[in-house]
């Protein structure tokens, strides 16, 4: 089965065979499109009104962050999200309560990995599995990222109260 996706573009001929990396860059605009489109779907999340801008502006930096990670060699140190911090601060300026970020979060991995499916015939099998792991770990990441920079922020405003 696999020998007969990899390399192919449905017609049988050779494609062009890509990194996830260069997949997730190219594909970006309709990563976020269906991102966006599933959150829509979910009352929890939209019952903080927001336009699009406010809840898709954090994407392409925290998506760079993920194909940059993929780019690094396995035994480098990734450095941590600047735009994770930023979207945890954001988010809880606009009123997010931590479950809708942590479900946010989810949503970016099943439309990531919804977009690899999609792109199949391209990708570059031997690699796909360790990209995979290395997009879970960099999303938990910053999702981790996102709740420390939540969490310091609501611990200044416990200490303003005060």
Request: proline share 4%; net charge neutral; charged share 25%.
């Amino acid at each position: 089965m696999i020998k007969s996706v990899v390399g192919t573009n449905g017609s049988g001929t050779p494609g062009a065979v890509q990194s996830v990396a260069d997949i997730l860059d190219r594909e970006l605009k309709p990563l976020i499109a269906d991102w966006l489109a599933r959150v829509e779907k979910e009352p929890d999340l939209t019952c903080i009104p927001l336009n699009c801008e406010e809840r898709t502006g954090h994407l392409p930096r925290l998506l760079h962050d993920v194909t940059a990670r993929l780019r690094l060699d396995a035994e480098t140190k990734a450095a941590i999200s600047q735009a994770a911090a930023h979207h945890g601060d954001l988010r809880r300026r606009q009123g997010y309560p931590v479950e809708m970020l942590i479900e946010e979060s989810r949503l970016l991995q099943v439309c990531i990995f919804s977009r690899l499916h999609k792109n199949v015939r391209n990708l570059e099998f031997t690699k796909l599995l360790p990209d995979v792991v290395t997009i879970a770990d960099e999303v938990d990441a910053q999702l981790k990222q996102q709740m420390q920079h939540f969490k310091a922020a609501d611990a200044g405003l416990m200490a303003k109260l005060k």
